[in-house]
């Protein structure tokens, strides 16, 4: 089974601080992604990437910046983190080519004071 | 962008009865995906249709895709008490990107 583990599953961090979401995979899959998740708004995509060192801009990138310098790992960083960015984040990874399911992490419940 | 809509927003039943939802989408696609999310956790993929694909079964679901409606529903026989989490259409479209739509809320009372 494929397994995507997020590092933390609460965290609870301070406006302007720099903020670190941790995502490793063990399936050697190309493609991940990080998603944020609110109530009445669903699933937004922040950022992906195709491979290593390679990212692309989401739907919802300001204020967040992405780092994948091995393939199995891929971490959100919020830059100067502000309340707003208070929500579910999500990550998940996809093998390459048509027809491919994602998987996702559990998930990381970020608040921000 | 949200691209799929789904309907009912909440959908509660008895646990025995059958659940189905809704799904609509705006613009062409390679395939169409469900997940289901149970509350305060990650995504879980239950079932992948191809465009070119009409009906597709696993276990208790049954997904039917009308690409020329440009909808989707997902059928859920013989629901059970664990059956109950929110329920969310993906379109996979051009770039390798999934739009997920707002979901349904599924409730099975028992």
């Known amino acids: 089974d494929v397994k995507v583990t997020q590092s933390s599953r609460y965290l609870v961090k301070r406006t302007g601080e720099k903020v670190f979401l941790e995502c490793v995979q063990d399936?050697?899959?190309?493609?991940m992604f990080w998603y944020r998740q609110d109530p009445g708004l669903g699933l937004r995509l922040i950022y992906f990437?195709?491979?290593?060192?390679?990212?692309e801009k989401g739907d919802i990138p300001e204020g967040y910046s992405v780092s994948r310098e091995k393939k199995e790992r891929f971490s959100l960083i919020l830059e100067s983190a502000s309340t707003n960015q208070t929500s579910m984040y999500l990550c998940?990874?996809?093998?390459?080519?048509?027809?491919?399911?994602?998987?996702f992490g559990d998930g990381t419940r970020l608040s921000i004071l | 962008s949200q691209q799929g809509e789904e309907d009912p927003q909440a959908l509660s039943i008895q646990e025995g009865e059958n659940a189905t939802m809704n799904c609509s989408y705006k613009?062409?696609?390679?395939?169409l995906q469900w997940y289901r999310q149970n509350s305060g956790r990650g995504l879980v993929h239950l079932i992948l249709?191809?465009?070119?694909?009409r009906e597709k079964h696993s276990g208790r679901l049954r997904v039917t895709l009308d690409t020329s409606k440009k909808s989707s529903s997902l059928l859920i026989t013989a629901s059970r008490a664990a059956d109950t989490a929110s329920y969310f259409c993906?379109?996979?479209?051009?770039?390798?990107?999934?739009?997920f739509g707002q979901g349904t809320e599924l409730s099975v009372k028992p």
């Open positions: 993906a379109t996979d479209g051009q770039g390798g990107k999934l739009i």
């Open positions: 399936m050697d899959h190309e493609n």
């Open positions: 998940a990874s996809r093998p390459q080519g048509f027809h491919q399911p994602q998987h």
């Open positions: 990437s195709y491979d290593v060192k390679m990212k």
């Open positions: 613009t062409s696609i390679n395939n």
């Open positions: 249709i191809r465009s070119n694909e």
